[in-house]
């Protein structure tokens, strides 16, 4: 999620429809839906005009406020979204189909096609209608498709990445604008004349696989019979090993160490760089504990975590390679989760969580308790500060990281000061060890009401 998917394609769509021979798109995108405050609170269904005067919008989620007390539970649910099954059925399906068939003379007939397909999600497969359509359109030997499947995967998602004819991609931030590139590379073949097809494998061999080698997710290269590249390989044995591991082993019961220059995914990752990496001035605090990533897997630390939703924003100009060789290192990154640590880094970030218990994915939470009198069971920020004196503002992501942090006992003997300026504006200050560090508090990624 939020890598660009839809956008890388629609932006090869785009780029495809420039073409004079180029075959009009049907079938649909969904568009996210911001807040005045730029927060995501949906996702709407918009159709391609394909003979039509405009495209046709529709909802598809809307966020559900609270937690449904004193209102009627949506029917359909998909996480804090309540999910219109019936809008996607009266909008979608019928862009999947519109020109499936036409009628010269006194026969009917099918046609060649360009159907955009975005995207075969958890929302979209609450409706057996949708997945009806979905599958009729990968099914016609007459339809080119380009679409969107998440990576954790419902059975029809899954059904249609293992067929022979489907080339599946992966999309990073740090590879979409090349993917761009390839898959009208790779379809520009696709729309070369207007011809009638009537072999599946004739049609399917007209998608170039060349230009899109390079991106195949891994397991694709043996369904074309080509030699796996050593990206791929090296994929495939990573994600072994993290198969191999046990699920404690997976998701450690150790909690996730503090992630900052000089810490354990610094070393591992950046130990060899030549980069001089400024010391952390700001400090961010979750609440929730989260887990040691896999051993063979520090980039993954905190991977989990919403706040990156908004720091990818925040930090993408040091992700950009011309800045990277104004400063003139000589860092690389081989992937998404070691691009944006290695941003952390550079911009004199730490990030950690209030509580030290860990929450293993897939298991109930629990609310936390304070074990003992001294806050056993939290993470030792004011030590973290005495470590580095160079931190002169904590951030803690939501109400609820500082009202925890502040709970305590061990926290509550510390000097802490709370008042309010001009513009009623909380300002908080701790004092450690004779300075002062600075306190935020902001609204966490999720958007959660009683933050």
Same mark, same amino acid.
């Given at each position: 999620?939020?890598?660009? =998917? ?35 609170? %949906? ?5 391609? *005009? ?35 099954? !019936? ?25 060649? #096609? ?32 380009? /679409? ?24 990073? &931030? ?13 379809? =520009? ?33 043996? =369904? ?35 992630? @900052? ?9 950046? /130990? ?22 896999? *051993? &063979? ?27 990277? !060789?104004? !400063?003139? &290192? ?35 939470? &629990? ?18 500060? #005495? ?49 002062? @560090? ?7 990624? #999720? %958007?959660?009401?009683?933050?």
């Amino acid at each position: 999620p939020g890598v660009g =998917k839809t956008t890388t394609m629609l932006k090869a769509i785009d780029e495809l429809g420039k073409a004079a021979d180029a075959l009009p798109p049907c079938g649909f995108y969904t568009a996210e839906i911001r807040d005045v405050d730029g927060k995501r609170c %949906g996702f709407d269904v918009v159709t391609f *005009p394909s003979g039509q005067s405009d495209a046709r919008r529709a909802p598809l989620a809307r966020l559900v406020a609270g937690d449904g007390v004193g209102s009627a539970r949506p029917r359909h649910r998909v996480g804090r979204y309540a999910v219109d099954v !019936k809008a996607l059925e009266t909008t979608a399906c019928p862009a999947l189909r519109h020109g499936d068939v036409i009628s010269e003379g006194q026969k009917t007939t099918t046609r060649r #096609r360009f159907v955009a397909l975005d995207e075969i999600g958890k929302m979209e497969c609450l409706s057996s209608e949708f997945e009806r359509a979905a599958w009729e359109v990968i099914e016609s030997p007459e339809t080119v498709v380009l /679409g969107t499947i998440p990576v954790h995967r419902q059975s029809l998602a899954n059904s249609v990445a293992a067929r022979p004819d489907v080339a599946v991609v992966r999309v990073t &931030t740090t590879n979409r604008d090349a993917l761009r590139a390839a898959l009208v590379d790779a379809m =520009k073949h696709s729309f070369a004349n207007d011809r009638r097809i009537a072999e599946r494998d004739h049609f399917f061999a007209t998608v170039q696989i060349a230009p899109l080698v390079p991106f195949l997710e891994t397991g694709q290269s043996s =369904k074309f019979g080509l030699e796996r590249t050593e990206e791929e390989e090296q994929r495939e044995k990573e994600e072994e090993e993290e198969k191999a591991l046990s699920k404690d082993e997976r998701f450690c019961v150790r909690n996730a160490d503090a992630l @900052v220059v000089g810490g354990d995914a610094h070393r591992r990752l950046f /130990g060899d760089s030549d980069e001089p990496f400024p010391p952390p001035r700001t400090l961010l605090l979750g609440e929730t504990s989260s887990p040691a990533p896999p *051993p &063979t897997r520090p980039e993954l630390a905190y991977a989990e975590r919403s706040m990156w939703r908004v720091l990818d924003e925040i930090l993408a100009e040091e992700t950009d390679e011309t800045k990277q !060789k104004e !400063k003139g &290192t000589t860092t690389t990154t081989t992937n998404r989760e070691t691009t944006r640590l290695l941003a952390v880094f550079r911009a004199g970030l730490a990030v950690w969580d209030v509580v030290a218990d860990v929450h293993v994915p897939g298991e109930r939470k &629990t609310k936390h308790k304070t074990k003992t009198k001294d806050g056993a069971s939290l993470n030792d920020v004011f030590g973290f500060l #005495r470590l580095y004196p160079s931190v002169t503002r904590l951030v803690f992501v939501g109400e609820r990281a500082w009202r925890r942090f502040r709970s305590a006992p061990g926290n509550g003997n510390a000097t802490i000061r709370e008042s309010s300026d001009s513009s009623q504006r909380r300002l908080r200050v701790i004092a450690v060890d004779g300075r002062t @560090v600075d306190v935020f508090v902001v609204r966490s990624a #999720r %958007g959660d009401e009683r933050d």
